[in-house]
């Protein structure tokens, strides 16, 4: 058989998925979107809460509503979702599958492949182009009135993390869209596209995940607390919102973290599982992040500002041994609160380019005791800087 020509799957007998441990043992692995909810608990509260439907996507109304346009006219393009992770990307996806394929055929019309695989030539020539070139036999009998009857008879391959596929499997997949475009769809998910290839990123629509809005956060682990009867303060929860910048992902693993260290012990140490959970608190919020204090940026922030260097050398020190803080999340705090003093333009420009510095020190393996240092020099030098500014000058 050539090329060109495409293989028939068999006719479906049997529209019962059955998931059976023998398939596992093959080899054989069940994507994402056709996951069990029956295993409840014992779920990441990513996955328990992953949305089901477009609608439950919330922060990215627009996106999900060209979608929703694309799914009514039967005209769906190549997809490449890009941006931050925790984001949205995948479930909006896996979201659409579902609307497109339903329950029962989305293990037959979909492929999933993301870091965790192997990704390179030899992957797209086989796997991915046996799956693209084959259609299945009663999607050319759906029924004429259905919905979704267009779509349905489309192949989806989802490439989940792209940007780590090899130069050479991109130049190898470009080919596979063009050829298959017939029967298969693909959606391309990426952090970064200056990472993938131009000739496939012209084959697709672009749409870009940006970070979750506070409110969309707020919104969904307002959800969670409701549905596991988490005790959190408020306080705790706008800690958690601000320190998830943006990642879904993030503030929900965070969450869980602190309930499950919220229960709380015995006189002997050991776990009380039936007992009333602690509540969560921001302290507790911080602490799971190893993230600084506001209370310890404040601390730092005063001695840089109005204490002499060596003072304020042994403050930074003593605070970052003490709470076993990472310089790198001091500094970007502290570049957060020096931005919202007013000072002279002059000053400004002083503190963020020596504190840029010190960043890409740090970032090319700088010690942080020697870069500590540096933060209170620049800092110490705008002070000056400010100062002398504020003084008269002599006739």
Request: aromatic share 6%; net charge neutral.
């Amino acid at each position: 058989m050539s090329d060109d020509e495409m293989d028939i799957d068999e006719v479906q007998t049997s529209e019962k998925v059955v998931f059976s441990s023998k398939e596992f043992e093959k080899g054989k692995k069940r994507i994402a979107a056709d996951l069990p909810v029956t295993i409840g608990d014992n779920l990441p509260w990513v996955e328990k809460y992953r949305p089901n439907t477009l609608d439950d996507v919330t922060g990215h109304e627009d996106i999900i509503t060209t979608i929703h346009k694309f799914v009514d006219t039967n005209r769906l393009p190549h997809l490449l979702f890009y941006g931050p992770p925790g984001t949205g990307k995948t479930s909006t996806i896996l979201a659409l599958a579902r609307k497109i394929y339903g329950p029962t055929r989305i293990r037959q019309q979909v492929l999933e492949l993301n870091a965790s695989d192997d990704r390179g030539i030899e992957v797209v020539r086989e796997q991915i182009k046996t799956f693209a070139s084959t259609k299945q036999i009663f999607n050319t009998i759906a029924p004429a009135g259905s919905a979704n009857s267009s779509l349905a008879s489309f192949k989806l391959i989802i490439l989940d993390e792209a940007d780590a596929m090899t130069s050479t499997a991109q130049n190898a997949l470009r080919r596979i869209m063009e050829k298959y475009t017939s029967n298969t769809r693909f959606c391309i998910i990426a952090n970064y596209t200056h990472k993938l290839n131009p000739a496939v990123l012209s084959r697709c629509t672009r749409f870009r995940f940006s970070p979750l809005p506070p409110m969309a956060l707020r919104k969904r682990i307002d959800h969670v607390v409701a549905q596991e009867g988490v005790k959190i303060t408020p306080e705790a929860i706008d800690a958690l919102v601000t320190l998830s910048k943006g990642d879904m992902r993030r503030s929900l693993n965070v969450l869980q973290a602190c309930f499950a260290s919220s229960t709380p012990l015995d006189e002997k140490g050991f776990s009380i599982p039936d007992g009333p959970k602690d509540t969560i608190t921001e302290e507790a919020i911080y602490e799971c992040i190893a993230a600084p204090q506001p209370s310890d940026i404040q601390t730092i922030l005063a001695s840089l500002l109005g204490e002499d260097i060596s003072t304020a050398v042994r403050t930074m020190e003593q605070v970052r041994q003490m709470k076993g803080l990472a310089l790198v999340d001091v500094l970007g705090e502290i570049s957060v609160e020096l931005g919202k003093l007013e000072v002279a333009p002059e000053v400004r420009v002083k503190w963020l380019e020596g504190l840029a510095e010190i960043e890409w020190r740090l970032g090319s393996g700088g010690a942080e005791r020697i870069q500590a240092g540096a933060v209170v020099g620049v800092v110490r030098s705008g002070v000056e800087l400010m100062e002398r500014k504020q003084q008269p000058r002599s006739k």
